[in-house]
């Protein structure tokens, strides 16, 4: 474990202006492990030693960081300075949350963050030049708090009074509301933000101005969350954990974000132990973290069933998924075991269940209340489609989260959700068209269908992490194993690798998601495992060549990553193919409720279901499946490719037009559609027999949805069941998996043995219209 303070002033280079004020800042030492996964036996790269390449991302990437490039930072410093009593310049602060309300100064930490990796990326001095002053700025802001005896403790930096934030403590325990003199709004969350802006200007930049604001801010942090509210008339000592779990505990106001990730890193940084302790006093003591290290599911509770004083029956997404990324973090610095347990036991009651397809959670649900920021109940995922959809936010920390849970169980499933999310909701919350005044970010991300998504979001929380989520694309292609001996390959992005450490570039040439291969080419000498992800929709087709010749020393099963080790040499090329094929995912509680996917990408069906009986668009597809069960084939074929290189599907009568998910305008769009096959068909020889559903005693949601049906006895249908065994090599191997299958059902009851006859017949007169 790295512990230094050390600053490398670099004087030489700092220039006094005629007024004494210093204008070029020092540079820190950086020490070379930060940040997340860096006790963990797998590590991140920096964000500077990767750079993103030409294609979707970086088109992403482009149209935000014209907006952060044109942005005027003055904005954010106007309700810091009016704090302080500084003065203004003539300019108007951000708007939205970042207003005076409540919520003010976090979305200056979210533009701190934003600018910060952007310049890490290509280095372009106009944001370290935006950054330098705007850290200088609020240097100055937090001194004046301090000299001007403004605050309690010293240290604290806001764009809104200190007080905002001891309020929510004893004695008073302020809740959320409007009002700016009593009530509060997320105020941890708030410090959080900004904290994390200047650590991440620190790492990113070396800012050595940033770390010193931030270390003042973590000392502050320490006296307010443990002395706290000292001056107040009705104070009766420090805070006892009972209550801090009853802070955490309320609905918003208690919202802290990451405020538990900094702390440990600011350990990290002075091997001052009471950062750690700080971070450890945001634990959700009383209703939530120990159900999360005993596994037991309580995000959504009948109502006064809930644990806690004062906790809702229902979560908040968002309120709760980044403290499980901050207990990662004490867990990084303190071997605590639980804190793991936590935040892996927590990731998977989300994961995959209460998870949608694009990679979002939340939603609201026909008879629930109308907040779509809560979580669903455990397994409901079909009843909370149809209303409404997922808080971008949620998704940008659901992918902290498992990329940080990947660093220590390299289980590659967390990957696949991350790639998900990486190439649907985050490239999907940026809409494809510039603005130098507008982030032009998602909130929401509907699933109802022919829904539309919405852009703006300027000082919003969602256009907060939407800033962040698209200047830091490249951050987790490569990881390295903590001993060098390992190359970890999780994601395919056009980008170049730069190792110094290990005298390695690695170059990755690819259009993915665009196409379906990657070309790898090495600089550098000597042994190394590079391990490539099989991505676990890569079921089919998946290899993986060096300078030409096939790798066969491993088959590659999806889901796990493929171990290339040998010694390598200037000029090597490795070439990976991985055939995207379209497939269908079914909802885990109703199965007729159903996406359409191609590789990690959700296809979205463009256009408002016209049917007034069902608010879905309806689909039959098996009609078209050949023996290969390729959906491409004549279901969903691809007809034409957009000037951007994106494909265009329509289904096989020419009725709808699907297209990626990241593709971001305004038009109306369906994420799920409803699978309507009601007879049991080859080709186009309809057996007249119902394509019937076996009953697979589906589990009930946790906690029932009024006016809805649990899924209960639902489950497949014979057809989705023969075909989820496609391919088939022969007409023979078909009929066998017809026959095995109708057997079963006539088993289960569920077909008469003339109804069984009857489809095994058409089965086998199928021969010419299944053929290839
Ligand atoms: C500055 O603060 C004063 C008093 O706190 C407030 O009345 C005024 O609206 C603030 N100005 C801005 C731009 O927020
Ligand atoms: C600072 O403020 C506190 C209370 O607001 C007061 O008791 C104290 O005397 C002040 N100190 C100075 C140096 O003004
Ligand atoms: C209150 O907290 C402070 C600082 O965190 C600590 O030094 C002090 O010992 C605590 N007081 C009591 C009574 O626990
Ligand atoms: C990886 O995680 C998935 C999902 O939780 C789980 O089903 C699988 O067993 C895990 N794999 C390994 C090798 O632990
Ligand atoms: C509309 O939906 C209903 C209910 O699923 C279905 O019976 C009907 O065939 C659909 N109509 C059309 C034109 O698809
Ligand atoms: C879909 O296309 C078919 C044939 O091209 C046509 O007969 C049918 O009316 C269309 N359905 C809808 C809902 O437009
Ligand atoms: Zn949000």
Redesign the pocket.
Known sequence: MTRLYRFLFTFGSALLSENGVVTAHAEADVPSEYGPGSTAPVRPFHLDQVQLGNGLLQEKRDRIKTFLESYDERKFLVLFNNQTGRPNPDVEPPGGWEDGGLLSGHWTGHFLTAISQAYADQGEEVFKTKLDWMVKELASCQDAFTARNLTTHPGYLGALPEDTVLRLGPPRFAVYGSNLDTNTWAPWYTQHKIMRGLLDAYYNTKSSQALDVVVKMANWAHLAITVGDKNHPSYKGNLTRDDLNYMWDLYIGGEFGGANEIFPEIYQLTGDNRHLETAKAFDNRESLFGAAVEDRDILVTSPGKQPGRRRAARLHANTHVPQFIGYLRVYEHSDQQDYFDAAKNFY?WVVPHRYFAHGGTGGTFPGSDTNPELFQNRGNVANAIATNGAETCTTYNLLKLARNLFLH?H????MDNYERGLFNMIPGSRRDSSSTSDPLLTYFQPLTPGASREYGNTGTCCGGTGMESHTKYQETVYFRSADGSALWVNLYVPSALTWEEKGFTVKQETSFPRTDSAKFTINGQGPLDVKLRVPAWARKGFTVTVNGQTESNEKPQPGTYLTVSRTWNTGDVIEVRMPFSIRIERSIDRPDTQAIMRGPILLQILGTPSNSSDSYQQLSLYRYLKLDGDYARAAIKQTSTSAAGDPLFTTSDGNLTLRPYYISDEKPTSSYFRRVEPNVVFGTIDTGVPNRKRNDKLPNYDVPVSGMDSPGSDGPTFLDLVWDLAPFDTHAAFIKVVSDTADAFVSAGLYTAAERDTIVKGAGNSEKELAA
């Open positions: 998977s169980e289980n590659a499933t967390y």
